[in-house]
């Protein structure tokens, strides 16, 4: 399947020259998603190169969240590349308060647009579905199931704008920004205002409105990521500046 695919390395480099190799050959597809990658000794073969290289490489990749082992069976292509990407926006938002910016301004243009899609697409059973989610989360006395239903809220709404591609973009960034929410429901006294906002939301969907359904979107995520930002300049976590 790989022949001709593979080049063999420089000693310099085996190890690095071999996860970048896989890398590609995983995100472009020629490795599918849940496949199964050649035999230890197949790989050596092919890269040209002794067990202790090909290990470091691979567990550099099961560290990436790209491929994982099941012994005896193998190593295989991860299902999907959420945990990949994952690692990447969380590293991300750790290094400067320009890419937390850029992480919140990007999910608020998102979302806005799926809660858009969603008016436009929704049916009777999902506007019943939104409703449920809104009345356990009146009921939620507890912050991490509140946050559970305000996650799962979105969630849907994801799904109701029948994009799969959004959908698994939203995931990664709800990822990111759950470690920050906790703190934020913890820290202010917001959760009636959240469910207000969220009942704006659902109302505009049900309504089939989407330009209503996107700009009440925008308003309920502007006002957690300003929270958001401010909890962490708060905390020294990045610069008021």
């Known amino acids: 399947m790989l022949e001709?695919?593979?080049?063999?390395?420089?000693?310099?480099?085996?190890?690095?020259?071999?996860?970048?190799?896989?890398?590609?050959?995983?995100?472009?597809?020629?490795?599918?998603?849940?496949g199964k990658l050649p035999s230890e000794k197949q790989l050596m073969e092919m890269f040209g190169v002794g067990r202790s290289t090909l290990r470091e490489a691979i567990r550099a990749l099961v560290a990436l969240g790209l491929v994982e082992v099941r012994v005896p069976e193998g190593t295989f292509v991860a299902q999907s590349f959420g945990d990949f990407f994952t690692k990447h926006l969380e590293l991300m938002s750790k290094i400067s308060y320009?890419?937390?910016?850029?992480?919140?301004?990007?999910?608020?243009?998102?979302?806005?647009?799926?809660?858009?899609?969603?008016?436009?697409k929704s049916t009777e059973e999902d506007h019943e579905s939104l409703d449920k989610i809104i009345g356990r989360m009146k009921d939620s006395s507890e912050h991490d199931?509140?946050?559970?239903?305000?996650?799962?809220?979105?969630?849907?709404?994801?799904?109701?704008?029948?994009?799969?591609f959004l959908a698994e973009?939203?995931?990664?960034?709800?990822?990111v920004t759950k470690v920050w929410m906790v703190k934020v429901i913890e820290g202010y006294s917001i959760r009636q205002k959240l469910v207000d906002q969220h009942i704006a939301v659902a109302e505009a969907i049900k309504a089939k409105d989407p330009a209503t359904?996107?700009?009440?979107?925008?308003?309920?995520?502007?006002?957690?990521?300003?929270?958001?930002?401010?909890?962490?300049?708060?905390?020294g976590e990045i610069s008021a500046n």
């Open 4 to 34: 001709g695919q593979i080049n063999q390395v420089k000693k310099t480099t085996m190890s690095q020259n071999i996860v970048q190799q896989l890398m590609e050959l995983i995100i472009n597809g020629t490795i599918p998603l849940g």
């Open 98 to 120: 320009d890419n937390i910016l850029e992480l919140v301004e990007a999910r608020v243009k998102m979302e806005a647009v799926l809660a858009e899609m969603a008016a436009a």
């Open 145 to 164: 199931r509140f946050l559970e239903l305000d996650l799962e809220f979105h969630r849907l709404i994801a799904d109701m704008a029948r994009n799969t």
């Open 169 to 175: 973009v939203l995931q990664i960034s709800s990822v």
């Open 213 to 235: 359904a996107k700009e009440a979107m925008s308003v309920h995520l502007d006002t957690i990521n300003d929270l958001l930002v401010e909890y962490k300049q708060k905390n």
